[in-house]
């Protein structure tokens, strides 16, 4: 059995092959031609004398040929190393990262074409985990304080009404409906948080769904939690859309919250489902968004000035929407038109 | 005692406050720095809890607005008595910030309120005051178990009645006009009317019984203080 190909070895194999090889074919030539002229001078009668200065001949050939042998070995030797350097480089960060840190870069400079190839891909490698990580780690940063606030609420809320001194049937019933509200809370963030978790790991998963079906799920939902803000739908019976159905009703249910949120009383949301350009609008009459801040809005963890919400909701929505197809974001609706529109374009067909 | 609860997460700071309200503690709720200020504009606040990560601002930031004195002030603010950090931020340089901002103590959520009473029960403390019940005479008030008793006979008191005894108890000797009654003892969305302060002194004198321990000093106000 023979151990794994040593590069190196290799390179001076053929470092070898291509330089020392030559130049000894070269010395047997010559000390081949010598020989040949003795054996024509010994033709002519003093064979002894000639063959004894014809053997002494090929002896410093030898020596040279040995000499030149070695010290082809040596610079072949040296000049694989600085062939195969680069790797040692690449070999040195990759067992780096395997100690932890994905911040390191190889950041290679001046290594052949297909070192430097391979370096620079390794680089990019690295800066996409690295982003990957980065994200992940803002994820649950957030996460944890997006799932510890609602949770000390609870806690908070659970020693008052323990520490009451004759709590009333009445207290009961109100410490339970703060509880019913603070557990749909943390539903929600957990809910948001395993449509993101799902779609870091597979991108949607779009199949054959009804949007205006998903709409009207959504819609029932929001009635059941939030009458006070009407809805209003318009749209076609029905719109079949090659879409990820779980993850674009999560994203609808966040715009539409978001939109109830900042919309006065009384007023409704519109959502709009448009076929031709398969798209779904949430239209709210509230503020609107400053235009400084129109991008902010979809950071993880961004708040909105009254300060409530998730910070996560409309970050999700723009990962949904980028996974199914793109999002538009108008604010105000016009001049003197103030409110918000979110749009979201399904590049898939219609199913 | 009045308070002003800062905090951001509306959710949150409607079971905090009602927490405080159990401690008969009069609490208004803010949820940024812009309504904070508001309230301090017309109020003066015995205690505030201030949350640091405000959605318009640092609470830091406010924290050393309210110590800062009157004359230096942009927008003047009432400086309440007392300032106590409620906040996620735990590492020992955000306390020390915290504390050298003028805050009198420091709390990390999540916090419990049995502690958070207490801390606000040891703010609200003076120095020369005992920590057990309070005693006037033959009255003795307990502000951890919010109970009061006169001669050994527990007195039945409503929050109100217990949370306006309490603030003359902790002023001992003072005299205390209506409408600084009014500020400490009531929070902005009770309906308060003048009338319920002397509503609710004629009906805690009542309880208290004879010899009278609240007396009126004309034109002024009460005091609470040993018979005469």
Not at chain 1, 130 to 137: G, I
Not at chain 1, 140 to 157: M, Y
Not at chain 2, 103 to 114: C, E, N, Q, R, V
Request: glycine content about 8%; hydrophobic content about 45%; overall charge negative.
């Amino acid at each position: 059995m023979r151990g794994p190909k040593s590069l190196r070895r290799q390179l001076l194999l053929l470092g070898f092959i291509a330089v020392v090889l030559p130049v000894l074919t070269l010395f047997v030539i010559v000390a081949a031609t010598i020989s040949s002229e003795e054996i024509s001078v010994a033709d002519d009668g003093r064979e002894m004398v000639v063959a004894q200065e014809s053997t002494a001949i090929p002896r410093e050939i030898i020596l040279g040929a040995v000499l030149v042998s070695a010290v082809g070995c040596v610079v072949v030797w040296v000049w694989a190393g600085r062939a195969v350097r680069p790797m040692a480089k690449i070999t040195a960060v990759a067992n780096e990262i395997q100690a932890g840190s994905l911040d390191r870069r190889i950041d290679l400079d001046g290594g052949t074409v297909e070192v430097q190839a391979l370096a620079d891909s390794f680089d990019g490698m690295l800066h996409r985990l690295s982003h990957a990580s980065t994200t992940q780690q803002q994820l649950i940063e957030d996460a944890s304080h997006e799932l510890r606030t609602p949770l000390a609420a609870l806690a908070v809320n659970n020693e008052i009404i323990l520490s009451k001194a004759d709590p009333s049937p009445e207290d009961y019933l109100e410490s339970a409906q703060r509880n019913e509200a603070l557990i749909a809370r943390l539903q929600m963030t957990i809910d948001d948080l395993l449509v993101d978790a799902r779609d870091r790991s597979r991108r949607a998963q779009q199949v054959d769904n009804d949007l205006v079906e998903i709409v009207a799920r959504v819609v029932d939902q929001h009635r059941a939690v939030n009458p006070a803000i009407p809805i209003i739908v318009r749209g076609p019976k029905e719109l079949h859309l090659g879409i990820d159905g779980p993850s674009v009703q999560r994203a609808l249910v966040n715009l539409v919250e978001n939109a109830a949120r900042y919309s006065p009383p009384g007023v409704p949301v519109e959502i709009d489902v448009v076929a031709d350009v398969p798209s779904i609008s949430v239209t709210d009459h509230g503020p609107g968004i400053a235009s400084d801040q129109r991008e902010a809005i979809f950071d993880r963890y961004f708040q909105g000035p009254d300060g409530g919400g998730a910070g996560i909701g409309l970050a999700l929505v723009k990962q949904v929407a980028e996974a199914n197809g793109s999002i538009e974001v108008t604010s105000p609706l016009g001049p003197d038109r103030p409110g918000t529109r979110f749009t979201i374009f399904f590049s898939s067909g219609q199913g | 005692m009045r308070v002003l609860l800062v905090e951001d997460d509306a959710q949150l700071g409607e079971v905090v406050l009602l927490g405080l309200r159990q401690e008969h503690l009069a609490v208004d709720h803010a949820t940024t720095v812009a309504e904070a200020i508001e309230l301090l504009l017309v109020t003066k606040y015995d205690i505030v809890c201030l949350d640091l990560g405000l959605p318009d601002g640092d609470g830091l930031q406010l924290c050393r607005q309210l110590r800062t004195p009157a004359d230096e002030q942009d927008v003047l603010v009432t400086r309440p008595d007392r300032v106590l950090i409620l906040t996620a931020r735990d590492d020992v340089a955000d306390r020390v910030a915290g504390l050298d901002a003028g805050a009198d103590d420091y709390l990390i959520k999540p916090i419990k309120m049995a502690e958070l009473a207490a801390r606000i029960r040891a703010l609200s403390r003076r120095s020369d005051q005992p920590a057990g019940p309070l005693v006037i005479g033959d009255l003795s008030v307990d502000v951890v178990a919010h109970a009061a008793s006169r001669g050994g006979r527990a007195l039945d008191l409503t929050g109100r009645e217990f949370a306006v005894l309490r603030y003359f108890a902790l002023r001992m000797g003072e005299v205390i006009s209506s409408e600084e009654l009014l500020e400490h003892c009531w929070d902005a969305n009770t309906d308060a009317f003048s009338g319920s302060v002397r509503v609710i002194l004629s009906r805690l004198r009542k309880k208290l019984g004879d010899p009278a321990v609240i007396h009126t000093i004309k034109g002024v106000g009460y005091r609470l203080g040993e018979p005469q």
